[in-house]
């Protein structure tokens, strides 16, 4: 495992109102690697990406990032309106406004890189239909290639496999593990606790703070199912 963290959290407390949704939660997200982020719903776990990716503003602590890039982030619910006449190459393409504003014209490079990630996700027969008529699961990998499009050190989902059928499934997790491969740090929000198994890094929020952290077999102990989810045994 890389000691070096790409992502340096401390004493964060975050809240939307008055409330606190993250408690003075510290924690390192390690560089190169897979991170997963799990825990019941509502204890945090959106809100804690939401700040590292920038969108969110911390009540008080501080977010370190070792890289400069700005991450690329997938989020549960895309900004882009089903109203839009936007396409698939379109949505992916937008991946690149990253590095190439949004008014740039793309280059050859950066077309290559488009059709490679939406090869990725098997999105090229897709690729001529608008956004916002796909189905969930479609609309779903076409995000996730906007995002792997960016080709940032720093790539953030939310629930990227959550309601996607076993062979997207598939697809998410090699697609994830490619970029990771390429030097990539992932951090995936996930309540698929196989997929947090298969992660190099697992962070356990409960209640918005941070309950456990390190290798994941290490932290999703018996004991730490328990308290948290009120459980013996993974599922
Ligand atoms: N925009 C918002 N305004 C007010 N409260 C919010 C907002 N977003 C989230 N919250 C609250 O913050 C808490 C944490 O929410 P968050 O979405 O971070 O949890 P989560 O762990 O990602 O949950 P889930 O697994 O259900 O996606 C919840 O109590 C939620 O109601």
Redesign the pocket.
């Known amino acids: 495992m890389s000691d070096q963290p790409e992502i340096t959290i401390r004493d964060l407390t975050v ?3 008055r409330e606190p ?1 993250l408690h003075g939660l510290s924690a390192t997200f390690p560089r190169g690697r897979m991170t997963a982020v799990v ?12 700040v590292i990716a920038g969108v969110l503003r911390p009540a008080a602590g501080s977010v370190e990032r070792a890289t400069s890039s700005s991450p690329a982030f997938v989020a ?1 619910r895309s900004a882009v309106s089903d109203s839009l006449p936007i396409s698939v190459r379109d949505t992916v393409s937008m991946g690149r406004w990253a590095h190439r504003g949004p008014w740039r014209r793309l280059t050859a490079q950066d077309r290559a890189v488009v059709e490679e990630c939406m090869a990725r996700l098997e999105l090229l027969p897709l690729a001529a239909r608008r956004l916002g008529s796909l189905s969930g699961g479609q609309r779903q990998r076409a995000l996730l290639a906007q995002g792997l499009a960016q080709e940032s050190e720093l790539l953030l989902l ?2 990227p496999g959550a309601g996607l059928d076993a062979e997207a499934r598939r697809l998410i997790t090699e697609a994830l593990e490619n970029t990771k491969a390429l030097g990539t740090t992932v951090v995936q ?1 996930t ?1 698929d606790f196989a997929e947090a198994m298969r992660a190099d890094h697992c962070l356990v ?1 409960h209640d ?1 703070q941070l309950t456990a952290a390190g290798a994941p077999g290490d932290v999703l102990t018996p004991q730490v199912l328990e308290k948290v989810w009120g459980i013996r045994s993974l599922p």
């Open positions: 809240g939307y109102g949704v825990g019941p719903n509502g204890s945090g776990k959106s809100t804690l990406l939401g549960q939310d629930e929000v309540h929020l918005g």
